[in-house]
T-cell receptor, first 114, second 118 residues
């Protein structure tokens, strides 16, 4: 059974701090690892990672994948109150009945105080 | 980016009634859509894979007769919660992967439907 584990489950920081969110996985037929941000409603897409060691960046957010260690991190620098959300890590299967299916981790609840 | 819509966004119903939730891909065709449910402060749990032109594939532990899925066209999938009970109250979210596009396997989520069964 595919499994995705995120840590920490919750994190409270102050504006300007840098945070690192962790995601480890065990999945057959790995295709990609995705990060999502969820506020009040449905998740919004942040990154999709398929190759080891290649960092993806978007503003203050960045992410990297280690396919050998089955691990990914999401970094947020200079955090702002608007970064407060649940961050979800998901792994996508590949081929056959696994196609497109996402297995989600429990999520990390990030709270950024002013 | 691709857009997925859901309707209704919120529904409150009495126990025993059936509720239909629609999921539409607005600017792309989706032969496959996924239905998730999310309990408060919990992560998304995949319920079933909706396949256009064929039967849905349900995850272990999900009752097929309770959660009816119909993928009527390349842009529409519906989830019907039959004979709803209070324990079915949850946040239901659909998604569609945009395979064949540049961002292969990236999934776009609908805004979700909050179901409350009284």
């Amino acid at each position: 059974e595919d499994k995705v584990v995120q840590s920490p489950l919750s994190l409270v920081v102050h504006e300007g701090d840098t945070v690192t969110l962790n995601c480890s996985y065990e999945v057959t037929n790995f295709r990609s690892l995705l990060w999502y941000k969820q506020e009040k409603k449905a998740p919004t897409f942040l990154f999709m990672l398929t190759s080891s060691g290649i960092e993806k960046k978007s503003g203050r957010l960045s992410s990297i994948l280690d396919k050998k260690e089955l691990f990914s991190i999401l970094n947020i620098t200079a955090t702002q109150t608007g970064d407060s959300a649940v961050y979800l890590c998901a792994v996508a299967g590949a081929g056959g009945t696994s196609y497109g299916k996402l297995t989600f981790g429990q999520g990390t609840i990030l709270t950024v105080h002013p | 980016g691709a857009v997925v819509s859901q309707h209704p966004s919120r529904v409150i119903c009495k126990s025993g009634t059936s509720v239909k939730i629609e999921c539409r891909s607005l600017d792309f065709q989706a032969t496959t859509m996924f239905w998730y449910r999310q309990f408060p402060k919990k992560s998304l749990m995949l319920m079933a894979t909706s396949n256009e032109g064929s039967k849905a594939t349900y995850e272990q532990g999900v009752e097929k007769d309770k959660f009816l899925i119909n993928h009527a066209s390349l842009t529409l999938s519906t989830l019907t919660v039959t004979s709803a009970h209070p324990e079915d109250s949850s946040f239901y979210i659909c998604s569609a992967p945009t395979s064949g596009r540049v961002r292969y396997n990236e999934q776009f989520f609908g805004p979700g439907t909050r179901l409350t069964v009284l």
